[in-house]
């Protein structure tokens, strides 16, 4: 890892540019410089992402939430777990974005690739804080992160083209796969989730009995 000046309120911008504006970000964003900043970048969103999972717990709005004594613990291991799973996520999402960047042809240099996946990870967060929306109701939590999922493969389809020069007509194909594999995905959760919810009802309909 290279010495490198980390400077937050920088990335603070990009996550904003990224949200606000990601096809003029994507453009001109920087692919090299150091692996520290990705990581760092990785990090503050998992931290943003452990907070917001922190608190639906404390507030009982995790799906499945139990209440109770034990809730704040859960909490609390959810938000150092997430700052972990950010860090290495960023390496594992930069070799998934560069397997795609060499199927459209482009960059597929690991560094560049991994700046890319963190900056992709200004997702984390946003899923983190609309994961409430499964504590009020399964199917509007679905939607959100459906949203989430087509909102992603957008993104991933402008990094493509635009930061990692690939192709863009084999990008809109690798988009088109994305797609029809973030629909399916909701497609079967939905399907897993009303079969439980069956099994449920079903189980305590035969207590009451």
Known sequence: MSQENIDINKIIKE??????????????????GGFAEPVIKAAMYGVAAGIFSLIWSLLNL?????????EGTFGIMSLIWSIIGAIVAVFIGGAIVLIISAICGGNTNYEANVRVAASLMVLFPINAFLYFLYG??????ELSGLAISLWSV????????????????TAKIVAVVLLVLSLLGFWGGSQANKNFEDISDSYQFEQLD
Do not use: C, D, H
């Open 15 to 32: 996550t904003r540019e990224t949200l606000q504006n990601p096809k003029e970000y994507f453009s001109s964003m920087p692919l090299s």
């Open 62 to 70: 995790a799906p499945m939430g139990a209440g109770g004594m034990w």
């Open 136 to 141: 009020i109701n399964t199917t509007l939590g």
């Open 154 to 169: 957008y993104l991933v389809y402008l990094a493509a083209i635009m930061a990692l020069k690939g192709r863009e007509s």
